[in-house]
């Protein structure tokens, strides 16, 4: 049973550049979140999919944007880099109508992302 | 408003208790957690408690919940060095259907 699945492990952009990560959830579940982990921090909801539509947000600008897929994959995508947006992205997948705290929200590894 | 707060580092020493405390600030969240964060690796749920609960063991972890103070701690007994880890305490604020907010993590060192 695969967990959840996060492309790619490391990457490395400069400023003003767009950058999109990729997260496949765990088998069974339907709903994806990301968070962002600031080093010496501890992660931030940006916003969660569930049914192709985002269902809620964080407080993150627009530059932050996301998709979620018919096979509830999902991905992230961050628009005119900056270099505080340099952090490990994690991505947590559930079931919906679980009740909680069931629906538990298992994370992927992450993606590392520098910007220079 | 929605902030949990931890100390940043703890070290115990191999086969002895550790515990992790944190205070949270939202008096609505129902659930609360702990999850663990190894280097290269995402975080995984320890355990979690329900807030009209004031106590939880799972092996060797134990949970205590003072709801009045809005704090809440992790005893891991017996501590062992694959117990080396970051550790976040994290609510789930009764308002919101999906966010977690989590502390800024404690870490964790074994001595031998």
């Known amino acids: 049973d695969a967990g959840v699945t996060q492309s790619p492990t490391h990457l490395i952009k400069t400023r003003g550049q767009q950058v999109t990560l990729r997260c496949s959830p765990k088998?069974?579940?339907?709903?994806v979140s990301w968070y962002q982990q600031a080093l010496g921090q501890g992660p931030q909801f940006i916003f969660q999919?569930?049914?192709?539509?985002?269902?809620q947000r964080g407080n993150f600008p627009d530059r932050f944007s996301g998709h979620q897929f018919p096979n509830y994959s999902s991905e992230l995508n961050v628009n005119a880099l900056l270099l505080g947006d340099s952090a490990l992205y994690l991505c947590?997948?559930?079931?919906?109508?679980?009740?909680?705290?069931?629906?538990?929200?298992?994370f992927g590894p992450g993606t590392r992302l520098t910007v220079l | 408003g929605e902030d949990v707060e931890q100390s940043l580092f703890l070290s115990v020493r191999e086969g002895d208790s550790s515990v992790i405390n944190c205070t949270y600030t939202?008096?609505?969240?129902?659930?609360l957690y702990w999850y663990k964060q190894e280097p290269g690796a995402g975080l995984q749920l320890l355990t979690y408690?329900?807030?009209?609960?004031d106590m939880k063991q799972d092996q060797r972890l134990t949970v205590l919940l003072n709801k009045k103070d809005k704090h809440l701690s992790l005893r891991i007994a017996d501590t062992q060095t694959g117990d080396s880890a970051i550790y976040f305490c994290?609510?789930?604020?009764?308002?919101?259907?999906?966010?977690?907010?989590f502390g800024s993590g404690t870490r964790l060192s074994i001595r031998p």
């Open positions: 408690i329900f807030s009209n609960m």
């Open positions: 939202d008096s609505s969240s129902t659930y």
């Open positions: 947590a997948s559930s079931l919906a109508g679980q009740p909680r705290p069931t629906d538990t929200q298992y």
């Open positions: 999919y569930y049914e192709e539509e985002e269902r």
């Open positions: 994290a609510e789930r604020p009764d308002s919101s259907a999906s966010k977690i907010i």
């Open positions: 088998s069974g579940h339907d709903t």
